[in-house]
């Protein structure tokens, strides 16, 4: 084989062993961002089902409110 020939092979082969370390690394990233993202699920799934409890209340808090026929203020104008 001439000189050429081997350079050529030589940096296709490292080529390819960078390329396939690179994947590796890549799917590696892939699996632990799959894991945070499971864990960040879990952790915000209780503070997020509070929230919605708390915007059904205050939902219903402002419909009562809003049925409710309009009052005078002490000491200031009549609410129309």
């Not at 000189?3 to 080529?15: D, K, N, Y």
Request: without cysteine; positive net charge.
């Amino acid at each position: 084989m001439s000189t050429v020939v081997i350079v050529w092979l030589v940096i296709g082969l490292l080529s390819a062993a960078v390329t396939t370390a690179m994947l590796i690394a890549l799917i590696r990233h892939v699996l632990v961002l799959g894991r945070a993202i499971g864990r960040f699920g879990a952790e915000v799934s209780p503070i997020a089902d509070e929230i919605a409890a708390q915007t059904k209340v205050a939902g219903g808090r402002s419909q009562r409110m809003a049925a409710r026929p309009p009052t005078r203020s002490r000491g200031g104008p009549a609410v129309r």
